[in-house]
């Protein structure tokens, strides 16, 4: 039943928002952090209503580890499609993410997403992925905030997947902090619930401390990149679910 529900809303979400995204789109060309904010708070009501429905309970960590003055590239770990709605609205400010270019392939949603700000990543175009990277930069540079899965997929096993650490040349580029982030459970409230019904269930939310890499040297950037992955798991290891 929630599993209905949850599908029901987001499809009166995208078809009866049509003109609302002709709106924004026009607003974009002239004052594109004007639109994302709009975008950010009219899909806020679509992702708590959808995150209420289908049980979800959010326990952030680490809040007060995201610098207030600055965009920031959040890196996080990606379990489920519920993380979306829950990154979205554990930030707390207008964000865009980096998704997989087969994406935009979908009816209607990358309508949305371009809303917020989101941006379509082809793994096996490495000139395609460049460009990606760059804009990311620009739109960082412009004080949106963007949000980057190094694993590439999503993936529910307790250790995490080999990151690829390309995305993080946005925050060089743009000269604005990375801040790791850690999710748990969300997994268990589609992917890895009992014959894949939704359920509600508890989910924790942690941000690490952030790094500015346009501080430090080349040699030293490679050597925290390498790191990040461990500290996302740490913080993963130390959630309650």
């Known amino acids: 039943m929630k599993g209905l529900c949850v599908l029901l809303v ?75 709605l829950i990154y979205h609205e554990s930030v707390n400010r207008p964000v865009g993410f980096i998704a997989k270019k087969e994406m935009e392939k979908l009816p209607l949603l990358p309508l949305y997403m371009n809303d917020i700000g989101c941006l379509f990543l082809d793994r096996n175009d490495i000139k395609q992925g460049l460009a990606t990277i760059n804009t990311g930069a620009e739109y960082l540079k412009m004080g949106h905030n963007m949000i980057l899965f190094p694993e590439g997929t999503r993936n529910q096993k307790d250790e995490l997947l080999p990151f690829k650490d390309g995305g993080y040349k946005m925050a060089e580029k743009a000269k604005v902090p990375i801040v790791p982030v850690a999710i748990s459970g969300s997994d268990l409230l589609l992917e890895s619930a009992p014959k894949k019904i939704i359920r509600g269930h508890k989910v924790v939310i942690e941000f690490g401390k952030p790094y500015n890499p346009s501080d430090f040297s080349p040699k030293e950037r490679k050597a925290y990149y390498a790191t990040i992955p461990g500290i996302i798991q740490s913080m993963r290891d130390g959630h309650k679910i």
Do not use: Q
């Not at 007060?64 to 600055?70: K, L, R, V, Y």
């Open 10 to 84: 987001l499809m009166v979400a995208l078809f009866f928002s049509l003109p609302y995204h002709l709106y924004l789109r026009k607003l974009w060309k002239k004052e594109p952090a004007k639109s994302w904010a709009k975008g950010r708070k009219y899909v806020s009501g679509f992702f708590k209503t959808e995150l209420k429905i289908s049980g979800c309970e959010i326990e952030t960590i680490g809040y007060e580890n995201i610098p207030n003055d600055t965009p920031v590239l959040f890196v996080g770990n990606h379990r489920s499609y519920f993380d979306i």
